[in-house]
């Protein structure tokens, strides 16, 4: 028996029409659909409730070309057992949105979903919300090898650490938390707190803002003058997040959050596979080698 899992995704694209990010014995596709197909759908759906429906038609108005995610897998042929896959799926979507996230830079929502299978009330959940000034996010045909294996490998990992209570854990957390933020400010002082959490690692003494910039340069580059600019740039984060917080005059755009964002992400995927840097040893390569 087939339960079925359909969303909405708001500012996702592509330049394929199909793309097939199953993994495991889970059949997951994110598939573009065309108004027609979507009128189609909602003539079909007489039991929707206008409130539900206007909602819907508000979402489709807003692009020529809509991409659904599809994710459907095999149940006993029960009602306990459908039952159970419908109180469970929204966990299983939060885990491939994760990955999803971690895998790329732009933005990933859903906005509208509807659950179906046998035994159970078709559910709709209604519009959640637009993310109008955000950049899209783009997953090119060319990449789907590297998320198929990105998926298989950090699914599950990177959602056990975000229950666990460790620095990945929070950074996990503030990372999602942040994403799914309105307000600007409020996604930097997320961000930067995950930046905190991986780079401190519940350090008590001081120069935070240097050891983090420092630290995250090394990390994430291995040429040197581009550790020096991340260096200079997560340093101009770190200040800015006090300012915010500290209610001190500061200016602040979309770049500016998307540069913490990206910085927390390729952070993230870094401390997935190695939980605790040696930052000597990244900081004086040399007498690693030697």
Same mark, same amino acid.
């Given at each position: 028996? %087939? =339960?079925?899992? /359909?969303? @909405?995704?708001?500012? =996702?694209?592509?330049?394929?029409? !199909? %793309?097939?990010?199953?993994?495991?014995?889970?059949? @997951?596709?994110?598939?573009?659909?065309?108004?027609?197909? #979507?009128?189609?759908?909602? @003539?079909?759906?007489?039991?929707?409730?206008?409130?539900?429906?206007?909602?819907?038609?508000?979402?489709?108005?807003?692009?020529? $070309?809509?991409?659904?995610?599809?994710?459907?897998?095999?149940?006993?042929?029960?009602?306990?057992?459908?039952?159970?896959?419908?109180?469970?799926?929204?966990?299983?979507?939060?885990?491939?949105?994760? *990955?999803?996230?971690?895998?790329?830079?732009?933005?990933?929502? #859903?906005?509208?979903? #509807?659950?179906?299978?046998?035994?159970?009330?078709?559910?709709?959940?209604? /519009? &959640?919300?637009?993310?109008?000034?955000?950049?899209?996010? =783009?997953?090119?045909?060319? !990449? /789907?090898?590297? %998320?198929?294996?990105?998926?298989?490998?950090?699914?599950?990992?990177?959602?056990?650490?975000?229950?666990?209570?460790?620095?990945?854990? #929070?950074?996990? $957390?503030? =990372?999602?938390?942040?994403?799914?933020? *309105?307000?600007?400010?409020? &996604?930097?002082?997320?961000?930067?707190?995950?930046?905190?959490?991986?780079?401190?690692?519940?350090?008590?003494?001081?120069?935070?803002?240097?050891?983090?910039?420092?630290?995250?340069?090394?990390?994430?580059?291995?040429?040197?003058?581009?550790?020096?600019?991340?260096?200079?740039?997560?340093?101009?984060?770190? $200040?800015?997040?006090?300012?915010?917080?500290?209610?001190?005059?500061?200016?602040?755009?979309?770049?500016?959050? +998307?540069?913490?964002?990206?910085? @927390?992400?390729?952070?993230?995927?870094?401390?997935?596979?190695?939980?605790?840097? $040696? +930052?000597?040893? %990244?900081?004086?390569?040399?007498?690693?080698?030697?």
């Amino acid at each position: 028996m %087939l =339960f079925t899992y /359909l969303a @909405l995704l708001d500012k =996702f694209s592509s330049d394929i029409d !199909e %793309l097939d990010l199953s993994y495991g014995n889970r059949t @997951l596709r994110i598939r573009r659909i065309p108004r027609k197909e #979507i009128a189609d759908f909602l @003539l079909g759906s007489e039991s929707l409730m206008p409130s539900i429906r206007e909602q819907f038609e508000i979402a489709v108005e807003l692009s020529d $070309n809509m991409y659904w995610l599809v994710y459907y897998f095999e149940v006993e042929d029960s009602r306990e057992a459908m039952i159970k896959a419908s109180n469970t799926v929204y966990e299983e979507i939060e885990k491939i949105l994760l *990955t999803l996230r971690l895998f790329k830079e732009g933005c990933i929502h #859903i906005v509208f979903d #509807i659950k179906t299978g046998r035994h159970i009330a078709t559910t709709f959940t209604p /519009l &959640k919300g637009l993310r109008t000034s955000e950049r899209v996010y =783009f997953l090119k045909k060319s !990449e /789907l090898p590297m %998320l198929r294996d990105f998926l298989e490998q950090n699914l599950m990992t990177a959602w056990k650490k975000k229950k666990s209570k460790t620095p990945l854990g #929070i950074a996990l $957390n503030r =990372f999602t938390d942040g994403y799914e933020r *309105t307000r600007l400010e409020d &996604k930097v002082i997320d961000y930067v707190i995950g930046l905190e959490a991986l780079y401190l690692q519940r350090e008590a003494s001081g120069e935070f803002s240097y050891k983090i910039s420092h630290r995250a340069s090394v990390l994430l580059s291995d040429n040197t003058g581009k550790q020096r600019e991340i260096f200079e740039d997560v340093k101009k984060s770190y $200040n800015l997040r006090s300012a915010i917080v500290h209610g001190r005059e500061y200016t602040l755009t979309y770049e500016d959050v +998307w540069f913490i964002e990206d910085t @927390l992400r390729d952070s993230i995927r870094k401390f997935l596979k190695v939980s605790k840097p $040696n +930052w000597l040893n %990244l900081i004086f390569p040399e007498n690693h080698r030697e």
